[in-house]
């Protein structure tokens, strides 16, 4: 199964955005940091990064649609971030990269996305384990 399909499958799911997308930065998080602690280079290595760059495209297209309703100052932040993301991607692939940053960037992400005391919707731990083919999720939370 294709990431795109198990996206579509995750996105019929009960589940609120905001909850998704805190659940998948936690799934994509700890690939990174199992890939941050084996070798660099690995196919387990290179997957993370490009699951983590996938999860970063999809909220910049989300972010960027005129159905968003984020302040657009803040899509502009979050965007420079995503952007950010892809650069930094691409130089941890080439050895030249920080992947401790990119991780860093998606709990900082994750802590705004965290649910609230007395906020209702399921929210799944961060460490639950990803779906078989990786979703891709946009920054659905904050759509109309």
């Known amino acids: 199964m294709s990431g795109y399909q ?33 070798q660099r280079g690995t196919a387990e290595f290179v997957d993370a990064m490009l699951w983590n760059k996938k999860v970063w495209d999809a909220f910049i297209v989300d972010l960027s649609s005129e159905g968003n309703r984020l302040p657009k100052e803040l899509r502009a932040q979050i965007i420079g971030i995503g952007l950010w993301v892809g650069r ?50 946009g920054m659905g939370s904050v759509r109309a």
Do not use: C, F, H, W
């Open 88 to 137: 930094e991607t691409i130089q941890v692939l080439d050895g030249t990269g920080d992947i401790d940053a990119l991780i860093n960037v998606n709990k900082t992400i994750m802590e705004g996305l965290a649910p609230q005391p007395g906020q209702t919707g399921t929210s799944a731990p961060a460490s639950a384990a990803a779906p078989a083919g990786r979703p891709v999720a």
């Open 6 to 38: 198990a996206y579509g499958r995750v996105q019929n799911a009960t589940e609120n955005p905001r909850s998704l997308e805190y659940r998948l930065l936690g799934q994509v998080t700890a690939a990174l940091a199992k890939a941050r602690d084996g």
